[in-house]
Every structure is written in structure tokens, then in C-alpha cells.
Nanobody, 120 residues
Framework: QVQLVESGGGLVQAGGSLRLSCAAS????????MGWYRQAPGKQRELVAL???????RYADSMKGRFTISRDNGANTVYLQMNSLRPEDTAVYYC??????????????WGQGTQVTVSS
């Protein structure tokens, strides 16, 4: 069994910063692409950023220059540094990862989500 556990959400004023973390644990052989998505009330879940095992990154346009995704392959952990936060960044942020288990199968997993609230 594989789990993704997020941490680091909370309440912050506009212009502030938060750092999210997500650790994959369980019967893991390797972790491929890891990423962050978010879902605001009444809206669809959307991509925030992705990072491959090789370190290549991809960002949604509205996050470029403000958010930075990184990972620690040895710890199977992905981070999201969020700066210059805006009220419209308020959402539940979900970790996502493609994980190859010890059985040899690769599956996509989601974390439970962490709330980020940005006050104006």
C-alpha cells in the first residue's frame, strides 16, 4: 500500500508565503512524476505544478514566477514553495504521484488534500 501525506497548509495574508510538503510512503520501488493540483470551491481541480524524477518542471501559467516545485528523490517527497500569495490561490491543494510499487505495478495516487487560505 502506498500513501501520500501532505502538510504545510494554513491561513496566510495576501503577499505572504507557504511551503507545502508531500511524502510518499509504503511499498515503493520508485516514484516518477510528482505534482500539485488545487481545487477551489465550486471549481474544477486544476494543475499547479509537476516535477519529474529527473527534475524537469511544469507550471500552470498563473503560478509561474510565484510558485516553485522541488523534490527530494531520496525521501520520496515533493515540495511546493508558494510566494506572493493571492486570495484567488485559496483552495484545497492535493499532492499527486505516479508510484511504482514493489510488485512492479505503477499507479497514480492522490493525497488527502491540505487547505490553503489567503486573506485579503
Amino acid at each position: 500500500q502506498v500513501q501520500l501525506v501532505e502538510s504545510g497548509g494554513g491561513l496566510v495574508q495576501a503577499g505572504g508565503s507557504l511551503r507545502l510538503s508531500c511524502a510518499a510512503s509504503g511499498r515503493i520501488s520508485s516514484v516518477n512524476t510528482m505534482g500539485w493540483y488545487r481545487q477551489a470551491p465550486g471549481k474544477q481541480r486544476e494543475l499547479v505544478a509537476l516535477v519529474t524524477s529527473g527534475g524537469a518542471t511544469r507550471y500552470a501559467d498563473s503560478m509561474k514566477g510565484r510558485f516553485t516545485i522541488s523534490r527530494d528523490n531520496g525521501a520520496n517527497t515533493v515540495y511546493l514553495q508558494m510566494n506572493s500569495l493571492r486570495p484567488e490561490d485559496t483552495a484545497v491543494y492535493y499532492c499527486n504521484a505516479d508510484v511504482r510499487s514493489l510488485t512492479g505495478w505503477t499507479r497514480n495516487y492522490w493525497g488527502q488534500g491540505t487547505q490553503v487560505t489567503v486573506s485579503s
